[in-house]
């Protein structure tokens, strides 16, 4: 059974940093691209970062670009989401979410290529 299990969330002030954490369980990480979700109460689930399987592509979406660093370590099964300058509009709870098919070359922010999903981390970024 594939699980993943968000952490790092918190609450920070305007224009500090937080670090996320996504860790993999019963699924061969490392052959399979990873993504960053978000989701506001009452909205549909966001895109916010991608990363491919071997960490040669990266996609963000734009109101990230600049301030969040995806990336992971596959010898620890783990994603990261750095997040820097943060702004209050980034408050929301953030998942991460590993994707269908393996070996895919380009990083996908498409929501529909992501097969399994964590609880969530809830982030608070205070003005």
């Known amino acids: 059974q594939v699980q993943l299990v968000e952490s790092g969330g918190g609450l920070v002030q305007a224009g500090g940093s937080l670090r996320l954490s996504c860790v993999v369980s019963?699924?061969?990480?490392?052959?399979?691209?990873l993504a960053w979700f978000r989701q506001a109460p009452g909205k549909e689930r966001e895109f916010v970062a991608a990363i491919n399987w071997n960490s040669r592509s990266t996609v963000y979406t734009d109101s990230v670009k600049g301030r969040f660093t995806v990336s992971r370590d596959n010898a620890k099964d783990t994603m990261y989401l750095q997040m820097n300058s943060l702004k209050p509009e980034d408050t929301t709870v953030y998942c991460c979410?590993?994707?269908?098919?393996?070996?895919?070359?380009?990083?996908?922010?498409?929501?529909?290529?992501?097969?399994?999903w964590g609880q969530g981390t809830q982030v608070t970024v205070s003005s």
């Open positions: 019963g699924r061969a990480f490392g052959i399979y691209g």
């Open positions: 979410a590993i994707s269908s098919a393996p070996y895919r070359i380009q990083a996908d922010p498409g929501i529909n290529q992501y097969a399994n």
